[in-house]
């Protein structure tokens, strides 16, 4: 069983993965002062996510792979 940790971090992927997102989108919407709640951390840490053009940011070929790991299939729109 995932952790939810491990599962906010699916959910966060999967939701980048719906369209590129800017640092200050991400920080608007998945700021958080509890510990577990990790989800944008993890993802960079994991080199799930990179830095895109015009600053956005966007799933690495390993963000993908742990979407369909998770069976996810990601949804990706054009910039």
Do not use: Y
Not at 16 to 44: G, H, K, M, Y
Not at 63 to 70: N, R, V, Y
């Amino acid at each position: 069983m995932a952790s939810e940790a491990k599962l906010l971090t699916i959910e966060f992927l999967k939701w980048v993965a719906a369209r590129p997102r800017s640092v200050v989108e991400v920080r608007q919407a998945w700021s958080s002062t509890c510990p577990l709640n990790c989800a944008w951390e993890d993802a960079i840490t994991e080199d799930l996510i990179e830095h895109g053009a015009g600053g956005r940011l966007a799933l690495t070929a390993r963000g993908c792979a742990k979407l369909a790991e998770a069976g996810v299939a990601p949804v990706i729109s054009a910039p």
